[in-house]
Nanobody, 119 residues
Framework: QVQLVESGGGLVQAGGSLTLSCAASGRIVTIHSMAWYRQAPGKQRELVASITGGGSTNYVDSVKGRCTISKDNAKKTASLQMNSLKPEDTAVYYC?????????????WGQGTQVTVSS
């Protein structure tokens, strides 16, 4: 069994900052990549940022320059530092990871953490 647990969401004023964290646990052989997605009410889930095993990163245009994704391979964690937050960043943020176990390679999801940015 593999679990992803997010933390760090909350309520923040526009212009503020938050750091989201994701911890993976279970029978993990390798974490190939990790990513953060978000889903706002009435909208589709979208990729916010991703990071490969080698450390290459990718961001959706709307957060470029404001967000930084990082990961710690040894601790099996990933973080999303978000600065200059805007009301339109309000969403449930989900951690996703492509993980190899002894049995298979699959994408796993966390339960989500709410981020609310007030204007």
């Amino acid at each position: 069994q593999v679990q992803l647990v997010e933390s760090g969401g909350g309520l923040v004023q526009a212009g503020g900052s938050l750091t989201l964290s994701c911890a993976a646990s279970g029978r993990i052989v390798t974490i190939h990549s990790m990513a953060w997605y978000r889903q706002a009410p009435g909208k589709q889930r979208e990729l916010v940022a991703s990071i490969t095993g080698g450390g290459s990163t990718n961001y959706v245009d709307s957060v470029k320059g404001r967000c930084t994704i990082s990961k710690d391979n040894a601790k099996k964690t990933a973080s999303l530092q978000m600065n200059s937050l805007k009301p339109e960043d309000t969403a449930v943020y989900y951690c996703q990871a492509n993980i190899q176990t002894i049995a298979s390679i699959a994408n796993y999801w966390g339960q989500g953490t709410q981020v609310t940015v007030s204007s």
